[in-house]
């Protein structure tokens, strides 16, 4: 697979919206005449104009023809970007990274995050729903409640227009009566991947919850390693 060269833009913040209570989804578009192209799973290093010190982030959209160099990012409230309105500009470096989407040779596809780990699989997902198919898609989505569920609302809506995506939202403080699935996502590994045999699957997340999901797959339900691929945020 060929990947776009990284390289230093310039970028304005477009448009934001609040995900979660501790998440904004930034929408940037690249300022220029040579647009950001990027493959869904990659990430970007972005820091405010003139500052140096980057922060990665991972892409949460795939790239959009009607919308050339807009790409979408999930931020943790905090951090260097806080500051920035719309209208401001970001310097970003990149594309990075080779968490992208393999050939799925027609097999079922797993995703598994937990966090800001969903914004990569959320822009593969969106490539797999693009590019076709009738192969399962099976996404599992962790967070410590369902208020900090990125992208739920989008998720469900795709699963009735997509007969061939799951998702499976998974909280391990569950609060206001929740009724869907609860603990951490490693927990229902089994009886969620192991009828999908011959599967793809993408985990992104905190580094332990990686480690632990590829512990399970590989050591316990015989997934081969070379079908596991993995991102640490």
Not at 14 to 35: D, F
Not at 46 to 53: F, I, K, N, Q
Not at 75 to 94: E, I, K, Q, Y
Not at 133 to 144: V, Y
Request: one cysteine or more; a negative charge.
């Amino acid at each position: 697979m060929t990947f776009p060269e990284p390289r230093q833009i310039r970028a304005e913040l477009v448009a934001q919206a609040t995900l979660s209570p501790r998440v904004r989804g930034l929408t940037l578009a690249t300022l220029g005449p040579e647009p950001l192209d990027w493959v869904p799973g990659q990430y970007v290093e972005v820091a405010p104009a003139g500052d140096e010190r980057r922060t990665p982030f991972s892409i949460a959209s795939m790239p959009d023809p009607a919308r050339p160099g807009q790409f979408e990012l999930a931020v943790l409230r905090g951090g260097a970007l806080d500051d920035v309105v719309v209208g401001g500009a970001v310097d970003v470096f990149g594309p990075k990274g080779g968490f992208v989407r393999r050939d799925p040779e027609g097999c079922p596809e797993v995703f598994v995050a937990t966090g800001t780990g969903l914004a990569p699989i959320r822009a593969i997902v969106q490539q797999a729903l693009a590019s076709g198919g009738t192969s399962p898609l099976l996404l599992l989505s962790g967070a410590r409640t369902e208020l900090e569920l990125l992208w739920r609302a989008e998720l469900e809506a795709l699963c009735q227009a997509h007969s061939r995506l799951r998702y499976e939202p998974i909280v391990s403080q569950p609060q206001n009566g929740w009724a869907g699935r609860t603990g951490r996502v490693q927990a229902h590994l089994a009886e969620l991947v192991v009828p999908l045999a011959g599967a793809h699957v993408y985990v992104c997340g905190v580094g332990e919850m990686v480690v632990e999901c590829v512990a399970k797959l590989v050591g316990e339900l015989g997934v081969p390693a070379e079908r596991v691929f993995t991102e640490k945020h």
